[in-house]
């Protein structure tokens, strides 16, 4: 968070607006739990006040039980006044629930915590709790209050300890519903805590009762469950080591490509990065499904990210390009997830791109349109490339003699506006004809 502040105290005002613009927090919204928003909310402090950011932070967690945020929170956004009564009852009627289920889950912590019992326990279900249950007294009733103290101490903040509770509830409930539900408490204190290997094991859980092909429930409950897992993802393959190449393999398949397309397509900026992110020869392994999956979407999303892949592989239309790699850099910096890579090497891969393309489409540029098509004024990096000559002040591309696809296409229109002004102006000639053979004969 560090680096990134330090990026964002150099945001221009019109960067400011790029970046509120296509802020994706609002959507990230309803497929996230709010404690995984947090973070992203926190964020923001670069493209608004701090005093918005706080009041922010404030009515997201003002419902849950981390009682000490929310006081000081108050505090700081109303300077003076006293801590609200209803606070004040929150805050009691809160330890005394922790006391109540502290003291009715310890026992069975204990018990679950000791030599004798880790060692007769099995990997079968229902032997452990006809085990635990003729040996220990610990009935369903008190293997259902380690969920209820694992929920209450997630959403008072203590992350850890929840984590702990709802995996020892796992291991005995024989609840579905319950299990999943622990489930995704258990992702979310991982990712808060940064336990990006656990948090990935909790992942493929996931996964495999979502997509399992039993799947308890409706079409549109995988589907909205898909949602969550997409987003909740994201935390993880952003920060896990070759996370990216996970992302694109996992956002390619069938399955949640499709979900992509139908709840959340916005999710297809991370895509792109994830793809502009990968090695050379990933990179150009993925082109064609990313392009088809953006072209898919252009109606209903666009971005700075997608935008980019349309102008480089499906439009052309360099003209926007300066402005669209301008925002794509902003944004590289001041987005959340993205702001986690290494942005001056995304930014680089970016380019090089463009310069690909570039080599494709034209065969001689000026210094000053490849500074702008690259929004880079150093660009000693893309004459390095073995396809660029610099030769009076124009960039010559090599490998271009035979014609470029750009220059046959431009020769080819030129072609068809000669033809036609040709037979505009055949049709002229005959009309002005039979206009004057007309009035010879009134």
């Known amino acids: 968070m560090t680096e990134q502040t330090t990026q964002h105290a150099k945001l221009t005002a019109q960067e400011v607006e790029i970046a509120r613009k296509y802020d994706l927090t609002p959507k990230f919204i309803q497929f996230l739990d709010r404690h995984l928003i947090f973070p992203l909310v926190e964020n923001l402090d670069s493209i608004y006040s701090s005093e918005d950011v706080e009041s922010m932070e404030y009515d997201l967690l003002k419902d849950t039980n981390m009682t000490k945020f929310i006081r000081e929170k108050y505090a700081s956004l109303h300077p003076g006044e006293a801590i609200p009564a209803d606070l004040e009852k929150k805050e009691k009627a809160i330890e005394e629930e922790y006391a109540r289920l502290n003291a009715a889950t310890s026992k069975t912590l204990e018990i679950l915590a000791s030599k004798d019992v880790q060692e007769s326990l099995k990997q079968d279900k229902t032997y452990n709790r006809e085990y635990l249950s003729k040996n220990h007294h610990i009935d369903d009733a008190k293997i259902l209050e380690l969920y209820n103290f694992g929920k209450f101490q ?55 009762i979502i997509d ?54 916005w999710i297809l900026r991370y895509l792109v990065v994830a793809v502009i992110s990968s090695k050379p020869q990933l990179r150009q392994k993925r082109i064609k499904d990313l392009v088809r999956a953006v072209q898919t979407e252009e109606y209903e999303y666009q971005d700075p990210f997608t935008k980019f892949v349309e102008i480089l592989f499906v439009t052309y239309e360099f003209d926007e390009l300066p402005e669209v790699m301008k925002q ?3 944004l590289s910096t001041t987005d959340f997830f993205i702001g986690t890579l290494d942005t001056a090497e995304l930014y680089k891969n970016a380019q090089v791109l463009v310069l690909d393309t570039i080599g494709k489409l034209y065969k001689v540029l000026s210094v000053e349109q490849l500074k702008k098509f690259l929004n880079d004024q150093n660009i000693d990096n893309a004459l390095a490339r073995d396809n660029f000559k610099l030769e009076n002040d124009k960039v010559l591309i090599r490998g271009a003699e035979t014609g470029s696809v750009y220059q046959q296409v431009y020769d080819k229109t030129k072609a068809f506006n000669f033809k036609t002004n040709q037979l505009l102006n055949n049709a002229f000639s005959i009309n002005s004809y039979n206009h004057k053979q007309s009035s010879q004969e009134v």
């Open 212 to 265: 399992n092909r039993h799947f308890k429930g409706s079409t549109l409950d995988q589907l909205n469950k898909r949602t969550w897992l997409i987003h909740f993802s994201l935390f993880i393959f952003f920060n896990l080591e070759n996370g990216l190449e996970s992302l694109v393999d996992l956002f390619f398949s069938s399955s949640y490509l499709s979900t992509i397309q139908a709840s959340c397509p």
């Open 328 to 330: 794509f850099k902003v």
């Open 154 to 208: 997630y959403n008072r903040g203590d992350y850890v300890v929840a984590s702990d509770l709802l995996n020892n509830f796992r291991l005995l409930s024989v609840n579905q519903d319950l299990n999943l539900s622990a489930t995704w408490g258990k992702i979310s204190s991982e990712i808060i805590t940064e336990s990006w290997t656990d948090a990935l094991e909790e992942l493929n859980k996931l996964r495999e």
